[in-house]
């Protein structure tokens, strides 16, 4: 994507022909409009505001608060504040590559090639290591939201919003990729407005863990939404793995309970600092966490927790922060960091935007200790430079990854760069 | 005197200016002008269409115009006109013509006369929801595009096409805003729209 060349500076001698052309084409343009096609007879839809703003109380209605949209070409490195990143004493934190447009989820291919996805817009990208220069290529183009990406034996998984297919030995033909195999489809059958993007994961089970998310900020939802869900890639058969979950883009298995952790936005508008996001962890297949009766464990919902207990859904492990807007999540076991690392979690927060004061937009360390107890703290922060500000930041943390050689990277869609910390016990 | 103090001073403003790190913003802005040379042949001087169908880029949000380019340069937007001219932009390309438009003054068409339709065009630009996200007096913010002054013809092509779903949506806002419209909803909005300053 950076190498694209710009037909600028050949613009003297080419300027005279492309006006001309494009004069040409506003004549076309200036042709009337075909008539407007007439409305089926059916009543339409109601009008509706925006998933995002759903749910918004009356004196709400005049708020400011909105989410941020990445900027889609990216931004070199070299127009990065980077002095302003912090992690702890003995580690350092780097660009790894630049020029990865809406950097989103990473997956680490057999041959060391860093598999990059898009949310918004449709690409996944391959990042190939030559001797410590990074090359970025466009390996699958044209797929709808393709955000959840798993790399197993020479395979390529992606969740796309509506289906999840596969690329066999596709990193022996990066220029040529294999066309895609359907694994399950049929999986956005209401075209959902809000959360249509997925996280995908490969569990010790072999299966692949994805999320449909609540289509709006706060609902009841369909009889697939609001779940973690597992299909075998074999059978393409799937199964129902966890309820009452709003939205979960992160997650992974503890390396030696084997129980599935994930990270969960909490619902909006409620108010700055209710309710918070959550860390869950799933103990057994059927559980349900609350959505849409109980937030964060404890507070019904003003709505739909009429006549509800908290009692009757599983509480989180670990409150996050309210609007934090926990991302990428993965539990360290590489060798690279402190001993006191090992088996640890990295969160990466993306947000936050439904908060008067921002905070989050950073990458925590989750400590589970042998009571189960956990607590966070700050592990790599920086983005937020004005709490009061909008946008708020530089920089929104989505994906970790822990590479072969125990360095951690961060992707980062706001600027469509890929981080690296690696620690130095010297 | 006057005029040879005039003259020691302003070189002494261009170095400071230069030293200070303006330089660099003045350059984009200037290339922006340059580059826009092309854009202007139909999106009309300073970006200011007077073509019903070709959108006004003149006053438009920096991130707005970025990512519309990309978008077309991409392939995900698609238009006979623009997709040509978007595919061969660079980044910097990009950058620097969002610089020049988004700087540029709105000069809108002719606003609605009838004050009837222009009330109702208030009215359904509240009931759907516009001025949620395109901002109270529609002037757009960040990569959300500024509504107020823009042609009505473009509006009208638009909204039917996020009605239709042939529309590429980043995240899918417009197309759900744009299902319960009825195509005189469409009509009134995009008059009123235009007519904005």
């Known amino acids: 994507m950076s190498m694209r060349i710009s037909v600028w500076p050949s613009m003297l001698s080419g300027l005279a ?49 909105h989410p941020f949209a990445p900027i889609v070409t990216g931004r070199p490195a070299s127009e990065l504040p980077l002095d302003k990143l912090k992690v702890p004493p003995g580690f350092k934190v ?30 996944v990208y391959a990042v190939l290591d030559r001797g410590g220069k990074r090359e970025v290529k466009t390996v699958l183009k044209g ?56 996280y995908l ?10 999320n449909i998310g609540s289509p709006q900020n706060i609902t009841m939802p369909t009889y697939m939404q609001a779940a973690i869900m597992r299909v075998d890639p074999k059978s393409g058969v799937v199964e129902d793995y966890a309820r009452g979950v709003r939205m979960t883009v992160g997650f992974d298995w503890h390396p030696r309970t084997k129980q599935l952790w994930f990270a969960e936005h909490g619902r909006d508008w409620m108010s700055d600092d209710m309710p918070s996001d959550k ?32 009692s009757e859904f599983t509480p989180p492990v670990l409150k996050l922060g309210a609007h934090v807007a926990p991302l990428g999540m993965r539990f360290y076991a590489g060798n690279m960091f402190p001993a006191e690392y090992r088996n640890n979690m990295f969160i990466a927060q993306h947000g936050s935007w439904n908060r008067s004061t921002k905070q989050g937009y950073n990458v925590v360390r989750v400590v589970i200790d042998d009571k189960g107890k956990a607590r966070s703290e700050p592990f790599l922060e920086g983005f937020l430079t004005d709490p009061k500000a909008d ?28 981080y690296r910390v690696s620690y130095n016990k010297n | 005197m006057l005029h040879s103090a005039a003259a020691v001073i302003a070189p002494v403003v261009a170095l400071v200016l230069a030293v200070g790190g303006r330089a660099a913003f003045a350059a984009n802005a200037d290339a922006g002008h340059e580059k826009a040379q092309v854009c202007v ?46 595919a061969n932009l660079s980044n910097a390309d990009l950058n620097d013509l969002a610089t020049y438009f988004s700087a540029q003054k709105s000069v809108p068409p002719k606003p609605m006369v009838d004050p009837e339709r222009a009330s109702a065009g208030k009215r359904l630009s509240e009931k759907y929801y516009c001025v949620q996200c395109h901002g109270p007096a529609l002037l757009g913010q960040q990569h959300i595009p500024r509504l107020a002054g ?48």
């Open chain 1, 17 to 65: 022909t492309l006006t001309l052309l494009a004069l040409a084409h506003c004549i076309a343009q200036a042709q009337p409009a075909p008539p407007a096609v007439p409305s089926p007879a059916a009543s339409p839809a109601p009008a509706a505001p925006p998933a995002w703003q759903q749910g918004r109380s009356a004196d709400q209605v005049s708020s400011s608060l």
């Open chain 1, 94 to 123: 780097e660009v790894w590559t630049d020029g990865v447009p809406e950097a989103r989820s990473l997956a680490l291919g057999d041959k060391g090639t860093l598999f990059v996805s898009n949310r918004l817009q449709s690409n």
């Open chain 1, 143 to 198: 797929l709808q939201s393709p955000n959840g990406i798993v790399f197993d034996k020479g395979t390529l998984y992606v969740a796309e919003r509506h289906r999840i297919v596969r690329y066999d030995g596709i990193e022996d033909r990066l220029d040529n990729p294999p066309d895609s195999v359907v694994i399950v489809d049929g999986l956005d059958p209401t075209q959902q407005p809000g959360h249509f993007w997925k």
């Open chain 1, 201 to 210: 994961a490969l569990g010790p089970d072999g299966k692949l863990y994805f």
């Open chain 1, 279 to 310: 860390l869950n962890v799933v103990k057994q297949r059927g559980e349900h966490f609350g959505f849409p009766y109980c937030h964060q464990g404890d507070t019904l919902d003003p709505e739909f927790g009429k006549n509800r207990s908290c």
């Open chain 1, 391 to 418: 946008p708020p930041m530089w920089g929104r943390p989505v994906d970790v990854l822990v590479m072969k050689d125990g360095s951690l990277l961060v992707s980062d869609d706001y600027n469509g760069v890929v």
């Open chain 2, 41 to 86: 042949a139909c999106h009309g001087p300073q970006g200011n269409s007077t073509n019903p169908a070709v959108p006004s880029l003149a006053g438009q949000p920096h991130q707005f115009i970025v990512t519309a380019l990309f978008l077309f340069r991409e392939g995900n937007r698609k238009d006979p006109q623009m997709t040509p001219i978007a």
């Open chain 2, 150 to 197: 823009q042609q009505a013809e473009y509006l009208r092509t638009q909204l039917r096409g996020f009605k239709s779903s042939t529309r590429f949506d980043m995240d899918g806002v417009m197309t759900s805003a744009a299902q319960p419209l009825s195509d005189a909803d469409i009509e009134v909005l995009a008059e009123y729209l235009s007519g904005l300053r």
